[in-house]
């Protein structure tokens, strides 16, 4: 599977919009962004994904380069509750290889 | 809908004694993952079932670790004998079986199973 690069950890304020960036320049035609969280004591959760037009849910946004070579997720109001670990995934379209392959991911912390 | 559940929660062993986990995944869903995550390291794949067949094998570590799907509904990872190593979080997800169409799949997890190896 491509790889996928995240900056370690980011900060934000309650209330403000957070933009976590995700590089991955060699990602296939076939291969879908997929972004999951990781809450304290929790396991991973589902929060996006997307394969090459921007995609919203009630959760985040997801914004993809046009090149596809990174993507940007969009939480529009940080909440304490969003203080996780935000993992950037590519999962290739294909009938072999389903699992996930996650990386450091991003932890996000947010200030009250 | 009920979620993943996995049990037990957290488990206390003693190194060479023997832990059986658990895994319900969401009844209908057809693909089976089991992930562990071991201290400061990143999550990683165990393995993949599709109903009570293995799909993908490549994760498990060695052959301590046996994993079960008779009947394709529940799951068991045993770990015979446990060691200093394995202690962990073990993770469970499920998710439909969608033919080709894998790359959109979305994966549900558990909340994990944590084991402590002493």
């Known amino acids: ?112 | 809908e009920a979620g993943v559940t996995q049990f037990p929660s957290h488990s206390v062993i003693e190194k060479g004694q023997t832990v059986t986990l658990r895994c319900d995944p969401i009844s209908g869903h057809d693909n089976l993952y089991w992930y562990r995550r071991v201290m400061g390291k990143e999550i990683k794949f165990l393995l993949h079932f599709v109903k009570e067949s293995k799909q993908d094998e490549s994760g498990m570590p060695n052959n301590r670790f046996l994993a079960e799907r008779t009947g394709g509904t529940y799951s068991t990872l045993k770990v015979q004998p446990a060691e200093l190593e394995d202690s962990g979080v073990y993770f469970c997800a499920s998710t439909p079986l969608r033919g080709s169409r894998s790359g959109a799949n979305v994966l549900t997890f558990g909340a994990g199973s944590r084991l402590t190896v002493l």
């Open chain 1, 1 to 112: 599977d491509a790889k996928t690069t995240q900056p370690n950890s980011m900060e934000s304020n309650e209330e403000e919009p957070v933009h976590l960036p995700c590089n991955h320049s060699t990602i296939s035609g076939t291969d879908y962004i997929h972004w999951y969280r990781q809450l304290p004591s929790q396991g991973p959760e589902y929060v996006i994904h997307g394969l090459t037009s921007n995609v919203n849910n009630r959760m985040a946004s997801l914004a993809i380069a046009e090149d596809r070579k990174s993507s940007t997720l969009i939480l529009h109001r940080a909440t304490l509750r969003d203080a996780a670990v935000y993992y950037c995934i590519l999962r290739r379209d294909n009938n072999a290889g389903n699992m996930l392959t996650f990386g450091g991911g991003t932890r996000l912390m947010v200030k009250p």
